[in-house]
């Protein structure tokens, strides 16, 4: 699938055109259909009977609302240019032009729309004015097709053309990264969070993980729609709906990007601008600017070592107040401040670094930096990167320090290595969609295992320890005594499970102290036909739902309150022996003897000779249930 979008001066006809194509009309507010006047994006399906499709952004046309227009323009690749036959070409159909030229509109196709407003022998004449009038435009050299809406004179050639057109267009990489501006976010009662936007390049497919960026949220793609029909996935391209999970609508706005979890935000860029001829007087070596990338429009400084004196490519800085998801190649455009005029656009060079020549600082991050990308999932230590860098240990520590602050490289712990953040983020994002997986498959477990892990991703499993360390104390995964999960994993063992442990460790109402052999519900755990049990009962003493000690299994329970006496007893006498403790559970020595070492294996109590006092007081304690 391609996307078409509509360009033009106000009532020039381009939602009547689009609606006449698809049967959809593209204005969704009531406003819009009373007014008969596009404010917003609008969008539609294009459907053809061989299989070939399209979407279609319909953009306004008022110049009051151009920010709503350069919000759906950035995905644009077949342009279809609408001018009424009794106006002609008019200044807001210039401007749309102007912009387009710095985006990433491959094909134009211009609509002469409203004939049935001139007299019938005009029609070539108005054709050949407007051809002269787009001279020195993107649209100079583009097809004209003399239309009505009202009529459907000639709809069906305009729509032979946009067929051929779109065939003839390339693909985008399905295999890139995922890159998804977001130009509209609602919510449905019973759905959640929804947004909207045109998937650029790459693929997203349901159930799977994405970024929001720039606030680096995490979610799940919980549903996914093209134009209304659900689908398992979507590829560059398309139009895409996703109903996602994890995130609320309220943290999400337009010009957020859903991209890749691989990618990263930055607030400057070095980039290859042009400038609009009629704004060179314009620009200063620091011109304040707004500027649009993806559907944001962001305020900004764009930087020049040399002013530009004509429209050639010239390499300059754009500084942003906020960040953005944008990487080599994204277009942009930039508009001056007040009044808003277009200055130019282009092309992203490189995402976080300098105008000019580089610092000696700003080489030697860009080498360690080069280095650790090269290196992959071969992390460097601060003397391998120095020595790689040509540099010395005090400078290359410095710009490892930079590169950290900055989220561009990330520390391995035992010993302290570094990856860049790229390649941590693709293995995060390979950890969460596996987590996800085991979870599914197996909800009585605890999570999955550093060796399991391993050898699902073919990495040696000493290194995938440090990575899942590095991912648990940035709040990404959860770690439980080996175990490894998502943050939000709660098990749950199933009812065969359940009932096994209620029958074979269960508490005996005469003697509520007295615990089960740890080694019999073992044995009977491992003999047993009922699926995940071995990992129910690594559950329940990993949460401490059951508690080993020594020979005997316990219930937690029955630890919480043993020592909840244990607490009271010594409280009110100051110290306790064993025989009291004894007593105090009307238990055996054989039980008794080792649950108090298990006491003060945990600094609950403290021995001194035959006593025992209270290490630390009552504080916050997970309750065993």
Not at 481 to 500: D, S
Not at 592 to 601: H, I, R, T
Request: net charge neutral; proline share 5%.
């Amino acid at each position: 699938m391609h996307i078409i979008g509509t360009a033009g001066h106000v009532d020039h006809g381009k939602s009547s055109l689009v609606q006449a194509l698809t049967g959809t009309n593209p204005d969704r507010w009531i406003e819009e259909q009373v007014r008969g006047m596009t404010l917003d994006l609008g969008f539609a399906h294009l459907r053809f009977d061989d299989g070939v499709e399209a979407g279609i952004v319909d953009v306004p046309g008022h110049e009051r609302f151009l920010h709503n227009m350069l919000a759906g323009a950035a995905g644009m690749e077949l342009l279809v240019l609408a001018i009424a036959a009794d106006d002609g070409v008019m200044p807001q159909t210039i401007e749309h032009l102007q912009i387009l030229r710095y985006l990433n509109v491959k094909r134009t196709i211009v609509a002469l729309t409203k004939i049935d407003l001139i007299p019938p022998d005009e029609a070539g004449q108005a054709c050949r004015r407007v051809h002269e009038q787009l001279h020195g435009t993107i649209a100079q050299d583009a097809p004209i097709f003399a239309v009505s809406t009202v009529t459907h004179a000639n709809l069906d050639v305009l729509k032979t053309a946009l067929h051929q057109a779109l065939v003839a267009l390339e693909s985008p990489d399905p295999n890139a990264p995922a890159y998804l501006p977001v130009d509209r976010v609602f919510s449905l009662a019973g759905r959640g969070t929804i947004v909207t936007g045109t998937l650029m390049q790459g693929r997203i497919v349901t159930g799977h993980s994405i970024a929001l960026q720039p606030s680096g949220l995490r979610a799940k793609v919980r549903g996914l729609q093209v134009f209304g029909a659900s689908r398992d996935e979507a590829t560059g391209g398309t139009r895409v709906a996703l109903n996602l999970s994890g995130v609320d609508r309220t943290q999400i706005a337009r010009g957020a990007v859903v991209a890749d979890p691989s990618f990263a935000a930055h607030s400057q860029f070095a980039v290859n601008f042009a400038a609009l001829p009629e704004a060179l007087a314009l620009l200063r070596r620091r011109t304040h600017v707004r500027a649009y990338i993806g559907s944001a429009e962001i305020l900004g400084t764009l930087t020049f070592e040399r002013v530009p004196t004509d429209e050639e490519i010239t390499r300059a800085q754009l500084h942003l107040r906020e960040p953005v998801l944008a990487f080599p190649g994204v277009r942009f455009v930039v508009r001056r401040v007040s009044p808003k005029t277009l200055l130019g656009g282009g092309e992203i060079a490189a995402p976080g670094t300098q105008a000019g020549p580089p610092s000696s600082q700003d080489a030697a991050q860009a080498t360690i930096l080069a280095i650790l990308a090269q290196r992959m999932l071969e992390p460097q230590s601060l003397s391998s990167l120095a020595f790689g860098a040509n540099l010395r240990e005090d400078v290359a520590q410095n710009a490892v320090q930079a590169l950290l602050e900055r989220g561009e490289i990330i520390a391995l712990s035992r010993p302290i290595e570094y990856l860049d953040a790229v390649t941590f983020s693709q293995v995060a994002t390979r950890v969460a969609d596996e987590l996800e997986a085991v979870h599914a498959r197996e909800p009585w477990a605890v999570g999955a295992t550093s060796l399991g892990l391993a050898r699902e991703f073919g990495i040696a499993e000493p290194l995938l320890v440090r990575l899942l360390a590095a991912l648990a104390s940035e709040g990404r995964i959860a770690a439980h005594h080996g175990y490894y999960a998502t943050t939000a994993h709660q098990p749950k063992l199933g009812p065969e499970q359940r009932a096994f442990f209620e029958t074979h460790v269960a508490i005996d109402p005469a003697a509520p102290f007295r615990p089960v052999s740890f080694g019999e519900v073992a044995a009977l755990v491992k003999t047993s036909p009922i699926t995940g049990l071995s990992q129910a009962f690594d559950t329940l003493l990993v949460r401490g739902v059951l508690v080993k000690v020594g020979d005997a299994l316990y219930r937690g329970s029955q630890v919480e309150q043993a020592h909840a006496r244990v607490d009271s007893f010594i409280a009110a006498n100051g110290r306790m022996t064993m025989s009291e403790f004894r007593d105090l559970l009307q238990t055996s020595r054989k039980y008794a003897v080792p649950l108090l070492e298990w006491f003060d294996g945990r600094g609950i109590t403290v021995r001194s000779g035959d006593y025992r006092t209270l290490r630390v007081r009552k504080g916050a304690r997970e309750q065993l249930v």
